[in-house]
């Protein structure tokens, strides 16, 4: 158990609100990642911070921002949620040895 | 981008079989990570293995890396129930400023009592 929450766990919203998902670890990880994962896809990277306040895109960026104001916390926002961001999402941290550890996931269906 | 293929796709045993899941690339990485995902769950780390020929043991599982760190096998002696889950395998590999693993899509693994 590597300390990870994320927040909520399931949300259902509407097409075109912006929704935030929040990733709170209390290990002091300095990486933290956002994936999401679908059907025949699998695990994809969105986003990922490598440091307060610095952040890089990853696989799928596009439609998601991210912020990390503090080192516990790793914020996932969707400006404007699509159909297409229906998905389970994933925050992972990155161990000394190269190693991630996942959340449980947020469950975003996008009507 | 590397990609890493995983098969086969879906696999349905009885229990006390053997079986298989192979995790294949073109591309070389720095290690090569095994994690299990049950449903509505987060994924779990099985194991990381990071020399090429290397060979982790774990309880009935037992996983291999290449000599070449371009592909890795997960064998299951003796499968349970409890092995029932979704497979995954990651490739580690050092980008600037970070650590990225590229996932395989992952293997669904059914063990029928």
């Known amino acids: 158990d590597a300390g990870i929450t994320q927040s909520p766990r399931h949300k259902v919203t509407e097409t075109g609100t912006p929704v935030t998902l929040r990733c709170h670890q209390t290990?002091?990880?300095?990486?933290m990642y956002w994936y999401r994962q679908d059907p025949g896809h699998g695990l994809r990277l969105i986003h990922y911070?490598?440091?307060?306040?610095?952040?890089d895109k990853g696989e799928v960026s596009d439609g998601y921002s991210v912020s990390r104001s503090k080192t516990e916390d790793f914020l996932l926002t969707l400006e404007s949620a699509t159909s297409s961001q229906t998905s389970v999402y994933f925050c992972?941290?990155?161990?000394?040895?190269?190693?991630?550890?996942f959340g449980p996931g947020t469950r975003l269906t996008v009507t | 981008t590397q990609l890493l293929e995983q098969s086969p796709q879906f696999l349905s045993i009885q229990e006390g079989e053997n079986l298989t899941v192979y995790c294949n690339s073109s591309?070389?990485?720095?290690?090569l990570q095994w994690y299990r995902q049950e449903p509505g769950e987060g994924p779990v780390l099985l194991v990381t293995v990071v020399t090429g020929g290397e060979v982790k043991k774990l309880k009935r599982l037992t996983f291999q890396f290449g000599d070449a760190r371009k592909d890795s096998s997960l064998h299951i002696t003796a499968a349970q129930p409890g092995d029932t889950g979704l497979y995954l395998c990651?490739?580690?590999?050092?980008?600037?400023?970070?650590?990225?693993?590229?996932f395989g899509k992952g293997t669904k693994l059914s063990v029928i009592p």
């Open positions: 990651a490739g580690g590999e050092s980008g600037a400023g970070s650590y990225q693993l590229t």
């Open positions: 992972a941290v990155r161990e000394s040895g190269g190693e991630q550890y």
């Open positions: 911070s490598y440091g307060v306040k610095d952040t």
């Open positions: 290990e002091n990880h300095r990486y």
């Open positions: 591309s070389v990485f720095s290690s």
